[in-house]
């Protein structure tokens, strides 16, 4: 389709699938081409160094991502937000590593 706009990712890693948050990421994209140009994309492309996948832009995963949006809204006015996580690999390539209180190094 000519008027279409297709968000693509482009990831260094070197995955066989698609994951969990790369998908919530590419939907959100997904959500902003629709807001601005107001044209729907069917999917949005994730490509990582040897694969790339078409993932379906689809209801549930827009719920999810504004279900996201709204947790982050409520920490922002609490003006708190705490760890996800238990991966101490991910504390440590964190950018806010320094400052965080709850970090696990």
Known sequence: MDNEYIPVEEKTADLKSPTFPHVIQI???CMLVEDI???TPSYGILKY???EFKIPYEERWKKLVLQFR????KDIERGE???NHNNKRKCNNCVRKEYCPERLL
């Open 27 to 29: 939907t959100a994209y």
């Open 70 to 73: 709204e947790k982050m809204l």
């Open 37 to 39: 140009y107001g044209i």
């Open 81 to 83: 937000t705490h760890r």
């Open 49 to 51: 160094k040897n694969a």
